[in-house]
């Protein structure tokens, strides 16, 4: 039976009450999120409107969320865009979880400072749990803060069943409180909504009065669920029972997240100032490589104009015409997309997009606007808008991410419907495009003719973006200074990826050196790669492997045609990226040997087994979310916590141990126990295959621990391999990815020298090989001191195996070793560089790779 009680909520500020409609930011006015009030507030302390338990609480301090005894979830909202403040002008009176009573002081804000750099102070009060609700009569729209506004109905839950009943058509689980500390955010809901795609039924979620389509992402989210929120599952077709009992389970389980975890907000990033100078002359500005090369050509702007559209449509069945064509023209663009880059890491990209384009939630939202007498553009990116916001206010990366898909996608769609052309497809010549940030379908349709390379004030090294520049082989720097898109257009720059700058209008001496190390480049790498069968073994004999690091068959296909010595790195993560489900036992199989067929019994194939977490979340191995997870649950420990995971690859891999010279190795080891764990999950796995040899068994060298004590994992390894890459952000304590720490991240500090010192010698104490895969390998600069220091084997990206190799035959080995004794002893990373320029070992400094 359903009872209703009559909940009171009070003013949270004093000042002038607004109505919803009139606020400027269709999030809010559009009432996606609840309906409610907003206050332009002449107080400054936001106080409670009613008593219930805090979450939501946003680290920058502008948000958070009540939740009452009997359910009703309030959002309170300060200000318009104030997340981008980064904190600024918030002080936090409560924390996450805490239980507060009516009238009790929740934020602290300084009114003057925000007022000075947000958009809007109007402060928004929204019921989310969706009670429907009365205002208390006013004389005026002046409020106190503490007098009572609103008047809700609250309807008490069902009463908590035992098991599942049917109601109507839809079967309905029992009542389910949610264990995730903050309810169902972006992994969980992840989780549930792909276990949910499994099944034929009609699937929803509900909350209260409000439900979801239970597979979709964006839907979950939208219920705006935290801890202990009362759920329950509806489903209708064939195997909606089969589906309530699955599912019911996965939520009480908390959907792959232990139930006491908080999840973090990501920090937020701050914006530069707004009256930036124009770069002079001369000037160098400083980025982040996303994809190296150099290049001169001249500076195109890329500054996304807002485009109009109108509200009112021309009629339902019009409007909705106008979105189908749209959604039909842009599935067939990211199809062909899809397919242009169909081999490596980016080709998943264009199916999440896709996938977007048939979001269920997105289609009913902008459904029912069309159905209201909107336009279909309007009522598409309000959709899109709405959703985007609240992937942004998740305070999770991964998901703030995927807002950028989701805007990309919502404007490609928009433009389709405005029948509008891509301002960066009308380009000219020699162009280095600078913008904000681009986005992956601008940068997957860029015309590489015209287009040299490009610069982004946002954008880091691992995204999309980056990626793609790579595939398309684009130099590409990002995280610039604001003040970049403040150049002229046609200013003439050079863009050196590789070192980080872009050199605003260069001397002309600056320019030929380029030129005409481009030249000398182009001629030695044709030299190099008819070269590239030969053995790399220095003047004086010593020889180095030097072997492919790769992601994909069609890199390994590509590194043994150039000559690669076997593969030092497969980074089996990247082999499935692209799917919300793990890839069945035959499928591995089928890859792993066809692999191990390509490289051939004459070489080594080292398999990684997956290295998820950190920064690269895989959608079919749902995870926690961490407050830092390149220090939190990655590599091999995560597979160990999920050891079927291993066992699974293992057998795997194991099914090619006769095609090839079969290596395994485990990323981010830092304690024996791992390694001996490994081992033993390995020989069960070998031992139930019938396997009598087994495959050799190593680890990557990245975790300063293990590097120290390498004399101590060298007795139970067959090899290392170190992974400079997160051996210098771990030795340095500097992220990997961070835009302004990326100078000083570097592999050449003598830190991290001295680690792979450490390393090699300790190997070698013990008869074992040492290779390094990280991107140091790589680099033309380094190879001197690698071998210098005595690695076996640099394992370097596909393009660049002939060269390293060619580079290789040109150095002394006994020269190589006093040059890297002299490095060891210095003081930072660029008196080791110099010192390595000044040996003129370097084959050349502006080596693509
Ligand atoms: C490394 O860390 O250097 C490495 C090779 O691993 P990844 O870049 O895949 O983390
Ligand atoms: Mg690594």
């Known amino acids: 039976m359903v009872t209703s009680q009559q909940v009171e909520l009070l003013a949270p500020l004093s000042g002038v009450l607004i109505a919803l409609e009139q606020v400027p930011d269709p999030v809010f006015s559009s009432r996606l999120m609840g309906d409610g009030l907003c206050i332009d507030p002449t107080s400054q302390v936001l106080c409670a409107p009613l008593a219930g338990v805090i979450s939501n609480l946003q680290k920058t301090g502008h948000a958070l969320s009540i939740t009452s005894a009997n359910g009703v979830q309030v959002l309170l909202h300060i200000g318009l865009d104030t997340v981008n403040l980064g904190g600024r002008g918030f002080t936090a009176l409560v924390e996450e979880g805490q239980q507060v009573v009516a009238g009790q002081a929740l934020i602290e804000f300084d009114a003057d400072a925000i007022a000075q750099q947000a958009r809007s102070l109007l402060t928004l009060m929204l019921v989310v749990s969706g009670e429907r609700f009365t205002p208390w009569s006013h004389a005026c729209d002046l409020v106190d803060c503490g007098q009572p506004l609103l008047r809700l ?113 990501a920090p937020s990033s701050m914006g530069e100032p707004v009256a930036a100078p124009t770069p002079i002359d001369g000037t160098l500005l400083r980025g982040v490589c996303a994809s190296s090369g150099a290049v001169y050509g001249h500076v195109v702007q890329i500054a996304e104009q807002p485009l109009d559209y109108p509200q009112a449509g021309a009629g339902e069945a019009f409007e909705k015409a106008q979105l189908q064509g749209a959604l039909l023209a842009a599935d067939k663009a990211l199809d062909t997309l899809g397919r242009e880059f169909s081999q490596g890491p980016q080709a998943h990209i264009f199916s999440a997009h896709r996938e977007l384009l048939q979001d269920p939630s997105l289609l009913d939202y902008a459904s029912a606007l069309m159905a209201s007498g909107h336009s279909a553009a309007y009522a598409w990116m309000h959709a899109i808008e709405a959703n985007e916001y609240l992937f942004r206010q998740g305070g999770n990366a991964f998901l703030a991410e995927r807002a950028q898909d989701l805007a990309d996608v919502g404007l490609r769609v928009l433009k389709l419907i405005l029948r509008i ?77 590789q070192q980080g700058i872009l050199h605003v209008r260069p001397s002309e001496a600056a320019v030929e050196a380029l030129t005409r190390q481009r030249e000398q480049l182009h001629v030695r790498q044709a030299c190099d790669v008819a070269q590239a069968a030969q053995p790399a073994q220095t003047r004086d004999g010593r020889h180095i492997d030097v072997s492919a690091n790769i992601a994909s068959m069609d890199d390994a296909e590509r590194g043994m045609a150039m000559g690669a010595d076997g593969v030092g790195l497969l980074r089996s993560e990247f082999l499935y990226l692209g799917r919300s489900h793990a890839p069945d036992h ?52 995560l597979c160990l916590q999920r050891p079927e995971l291993l066992r699974e690859q293992f057998s795997t891999i194991l099914a090619s141990h006769e095609l090839t010279r079969l290596h395994i190795m485990l990323p981010m080891v830092t304690e024996l126990s791992e390694l001996r764990l490994a081992r033993q999950l390995l020989e069960e796995q070998a031992q139930r295959l019938g396997i009598q040899r087994l495959p050799k068994l190593g680890i990557m060298i ?51 020298l001295r680690l792979i010192a450490t390393t090699v010698n300790a190997a070698h104490a013990h008869g074992k090989w040492v290779g390094v895969c990280g991107a140091l390998a790589s680099e033309s600069l380094a190879v001197p001191v690698l071998v210098g220091l005595g690695v076996d084997e640099l394992s370097v990206s596909v393009p660049l195996i002939a060269t390293i190799k060619a580079q290789v035959r040109e150095l002394e080995f006994s020269t190589c070793q006093t040059l890297a004794q002299q490095v060891l002893a210095l003081d930072s990373a660029a008196q080791v560089r110099a010192t390595l320029q000044n040996s003129q070992l370097a084959y050349s400094c502006v080596l693509e790779n």
């Open 153 to 265: 109905e609250v309807e008490q839950p069902q009463v908590v069943v035992q098991e599942a009943t049917l109601q109507g058509e839809a079967l309905f689980s029992v009542a389910i409180a949610l264990p995730n500390r903050n309810g169902l955010h972006a992994r969980p809901a992840t989780v549930f909504a792909q276990a949910a795609k499994g099944f034929a039924a009609m699937i929803e979620l509900h909350k209260q009065e409000r439900r979801a389509n239970a597979k979709s992402l964006v839907a979950i989210l939208t219920l705006q669920t935290t801890y202990a929120d009362v759920v329950q599952i509806s489903a209708s077709g064939e195997d909606a029972e089969q589906a309530i009992g699955v599912l019911s389970e996965l939520l009480l389980a908390g959907c792959g997240e232990a139930p006491t975890l908080l999840a973090q907000p």
């Open 702 to 752: 990245e975790v300063p621990a293990a590097a120290l004590m390498a004399d101590v994992f060298a007795p139970e390894v067959d090899f290392f391999s170190i992974g400079t890459n997160d051996l210098t952000q771990y030795t340095l304590a500097m992220d990997r990815d961070h835009p302004r720490l990326a100078s000083q991240a570097d592999s050449f500090h003598p830190a991290v």
């Open 421 to 497: 052309e891509d301002a960066i497809q009308t380009l000219p010549d020699n162009a280095i495009l600078i913008a904000d940030q681009l986005n992956p379908s601008q940068t997957a349709g860029l015309d590489t003719t015209k287009v040299l390379g490009f610069v982004t004030v946002g954008g880091g090294a691992t995204s999309h973006v980056a990626i793609l520049a790579r595939a398309l082989g684009l130099p590409a720097l990002c995280g610039l200074p604001q003040h970049v898109l403040n150049l002229a257009n046609g200013t003439p720059v050079l863009l050196d990826a």
């Open 586 to 637: 035959d499928e591995q199989v089928a890859t792993y040997r066809a692999i191990a067929r390509t490289v051939g019994a004459e070489y080594n194939l080292v398999v990684r087994t997956l290295d998820v977490g950190g920064d690269k979340p895989l959608p079919y191995v749902p995870m926690e979310s961490e407050a830092n997870p390149f220090l939190g649950m990655r590599g091999i420990r």
